[in-house]
């Protein structure tokens, strides 16, 4: 499985974008798809996750209410629509796929990844 994550760019604060993370391989369905960032010196956290078949949606709590993560099977690709965006949302984003089936919260458990997409939020 291949990953490309797009859709990041320069935003101010209260302002949305959409992520795209875009997969090749045909059993990309049977992935769980996570979504984390890395800030400049800052460890890489868990931002949100989808089982597989796109019925369990899991958020961080600093992004819950504002991030809606979702999943299209037939074109292999997770979205992450980010509405009210702020300064500290501030990172770059990587999606990452997980052979189980609900995924984790941890970088550790995922298989693949893509390259990452920066996200800028200008106060």
């Known amino acids: 499985v291949q990953l490309q994550a797009s859709g990041g760019g320069l935003v101010q604060a209260g302002g949305s974008l959409r992520l795209s993370c875009a997969a090749s391989g045909r059993t990309f369905s049977r992935y769980a ?10 460890e890489r956290e868990f931002v949100s996750v989808i089982s597989w078949i796109g019925s369990n949606t899991y958020y961080a709590d600093a992004v819950k209410g504002r991030f809606t993560i979702s999943k299209d099977n037939a074109k292999n690709t997770v979205h ?26 941890t970088p550790n458990e995922y298989d693949y990844w893509g390259q990452g997409t920066q996200v800028t939020v200008s106060s």
Do not use: H
């Open 33 to 42: 798809t996570g979504w984390f960032r890395q800030a400049p010196g800052k």
């Open 80 to 105: 992450l629509q980010m509405n009210r965006l702020k300064p500290e949302d501030t990172a770059v984003y990587y999606c990452a796929a997980a052979q189980s089936g609900y995924g984790s919260i």
